[in-house]
């Protein structure tokens, strides 16, 4: 099993930068798919990125497409999102989530989640 651990978020401007970090326990984390969901009050909790296991391969939501990019440090156990040109509507609690066996994507959540991290942009 793994456990997750997000950190990085915040309070930023529009147009700003932010890198959230999710920290990842278990010898098994270099095989899991990992990715980022947000969820912002009032609404469904949305898929943002994800990365397979080796980082070969990446996908994104429509809306974050250009401006984020996820990435993964598998000698650190730990994965990124980097976020740019934030805009008020990013505002929301981001989670990092892993599976070892399903491709995480829009409709399909792994089994093991974060306790989420706070980003507010104000505009």
């Known amino acids: 099993q793994v456990q997750l651990v997000e950190s990085g978020g915040g309070l930023v401007q529009a147009g700003g930068s932010l890198r959230l970090s999710c920290a990842a326990s278990g010898r098994t984390f270099s095989s899991y798919a990992m990715g980022w969901f947000r969820q912002a009050p009032g609404k469904e909790r949305e898929f943002v990125a994800a990365?397979?296991?080796?980082?070969?391969?990446?996908r994104y939501a429509d809306s974050v497409k250009g401006r984020f990019t996820i990435s993964r440090g598998n000698a650190k156990n730990t994965v990124y999102l980097q976020m740019n040109s934030l805009k008020p509507e990013d505002t929301a609690v981001y989670y990092c989530?892993?599976?070892?066996?399903?491709?995480?994507?829009?409709?399909?959540?792994?089994?093991?989640w974060g306790q989420g991290t706070q980003v507010t942009v104000s505009s």
């Open positions: 990365i397979n296991w080796s980082g070969s391969s990446t």
């Open positions: 989530n892993g599976d070892p066996i399903l491709q995480i994507g829009p409709g399909v959540k792994g089994d093991y």
